[in-house]
């Protein structure tokens, strides 16, 4: 039989062997709790998941609205290393990156008539081709719907309906080239009513003649503005009836197309209204006989004054706008 003092020993031991159970099952239920918690496949899917974000920005194709405009070697250098950084980048990172460097409008999306440089410029403006085709009309004395009156200058041209804009394109100097490569320089003296479509130019047979055999009737053409660097100064002329109760009053020999034409009143400079046939009217009289402003599309303003109120006569003045 066990003695008491064994039989105590024994107690001791089975007590110091459950608590030993006691702590390693609870050591391993904090090292499965500390496991669950540690990222895992699901740190994994939330990556899989960011990546095609960051893609589908990237292919979204882009919607500028004009060609983004060349780039000289700084600027396409600096462009080379934005596009690295980009790459290099966080999805979330790349993705505003895209954003960012969307193409912008460029300069050449719009004419630099638009970005100020002829702030009255109509349809026809700097630095834009247009495309047509040419025919050829007999111009006679050279007078047309512009009512400059008779010319030896037969390089002249009448211009279509739409483009002509109520007589705004009246005296316009343009540059016409053929597909030969055959090019020529005519003044706008004329109208050419429908059938003429948006962009032809009815050229005298004179002016036919230098780009293609006149057989051939109508051509394919191009065609820009002119500002000539040669041209002498302006002239003014007041239609015939004019009086200081009604006046026209036309400009002549002017070197850009005129927007716009003000007299002097006595509250102030009056801006008066265009007609098809070329000439502003005042028709209550205000300003007939006074200094008037006239303005070129590109905005430069020439005062003329002591013009005398003489019906029918062009009377020339010291000014011109400048060549552009």
């Known amino acids: 039989m066990q003695t008491a003092r064994q039989a105590a020993r024994q107690r001791r031991r089975r007590q110091r062997l459950m608590m030993g159970t006691t702590a390693l099952t609870t050591a391993g239920i904090l090292v499965c709790l500390v496991m669950a918690m540690l990222p895992g496949p699901k740190a994994e899917v939330g ?3 960011a990546a095609p974000a960051a893609t589908q920005a990237e292919a979204a194709p882009s919607t500028p609205t004009s060609p983004a405009p060349p780039m000289d070697s700084s600027h396409a250098a600096a462009t080379a290393t934005a596009t690295a950084t980009a790459a290099t980048a966080t999805p979330t990172a790349t993705a505003v990156g895209t954003t960012t460097a969307a193409p912008q409008p460029s300069a050449k999306a719009t004419p630099r008539a638009a970005a100020g440089t002829a702030p009255s ?9 247009y495309k047509g085709v040419a025919t050829a009309y007999a111009a006679g004395d050279g007078n047309g719907a512009c009512l400059f009156g008779p010319s030896d200058d037969l390089m002249i041209a009448a211009m279509n309906t739409t483009d002509y804009e109520s007589s705004r394109a009246c005296g ?4 016409v080239s053929a597909a030969s490569g055959a090019s020529i320089t005519v003044r706008i003296t004329n109208e050419c009513p429908l059938p003429c479509a948006p962009g032809q130019l009815d050229l005298s047979e004179k002016a036919f003649a230098k ?8 051509i394919p053409i191009s065609w820009s503005l002119l500002s000539p660097q040669a041209s002498g100064t302006i002239s003014v002329r ?18 850009n197309p005129v927007a716009r034409l003000e007299v002097r009143t006595t509250t102030g400079w009056r801006r008066l209204p265009r007609t098809e046939y070329n000439y502003f009217l005042s028709a209550d009289g205000s300003g007939c006989g006074g200094a008037m402003r006239i303005t070129d599309i590109y905005g430069e303003q020439l005062t003329v004054d002591g013009i005398a109120l003489l019906p ?13």
């Open 47 to 49: 990556a899989d998941v």
């Open 172 to 175: 316009a100097h343009v540059r």
């Open 238 to 255: 007041y239609k015939t009836g004019s009086s200081p109760h009604w006046c026209g009053i036309q400009v002549i020999d002017h070197r």
């Open 211 to 218: 780009l293609a055999d006149p057989k051939l009737g109508r």
């Open 312 to 324: 029918n006569v062009a009377q020339p003045t010291r000014f011109q706008f400048a060549p552009r």
């Open 121 to 129: 410029a109509g349809r026809i403006r700097p630095g834009t081709t």
